[in-house]
């Protein structure tokens, strides 16, 4: 049995060590939406969580944004719960705000975005969830 590691799952590991304010992108206030419940994953692992919705005021109890450039307080990673081909804006705002990673959640992926992004410097996750990460990190599945 293979002990190697693949590539985006070192980066996962890194951004979930290194960084602890995740941007959402896309947080919905329906709880049964997923991006609802990575947000109290990553809220229950200690991790600082700010909602990015322009149709939301509040949710989870939190000060919901507009968008990435609304934001008062410095963002590490940007996690983006849209389609594929709306990730690109997103990755580029997150690289205006100064964040230090981008992370694209189970099916999101745009691979000239991400391109963009480890060249302004970022950390880039693509094609993963933070929630499943985590579990993984523990050993066992973590429920959103």
């Known amino acids: 049995m293979s002990s190697t590691v693949d590539a985006t799952t070192l980066a996962a590991d890194r951004v979930l060590d290194r960084y602890r304010t995740f941007a959402v992108v896309g947080a919905s206030p329906t709880p049964a ?3 609802h419940g990575v947000m109290g994953v990553l809220q229950r692992h200690g ?9 939301a005021p509040e949710i989870r109890g939190l000060h919901c944004y507009p968008d990435l450039a609304s934001i008062t307080e410095p963002v590490d990673v ?11 804006a997103h990755v580029d ?9 981008v992370w694209l959640q189970l099916g999101v992926v745009d691979a000239a975005a ?4 480890r060249e302004a410097g970022l950390e880039v ?6 929630a499943i990460e985590l579990g993984r990190r523990a050993g066992a599945r973590v429920s959103a």
């Open 47 to 55: 991790y600082t969580v700010i909602p990015v919705n322009p149709n």
């Open 33 to 35: 939406r997923s991006s």
């Open 125 to 130: 996750v693509m094609d993963r969830c933070p």
């Open 78 to 88: 940007v996690d983006i719960f849209r389609r594929s081909e709306a990730a690109g």
């Open 114 to 117: 991400a391109q963009r992004a």
């Open 93 to 101: 705002e997150a690289i205006a705000i100064g964040a230090k990673a």
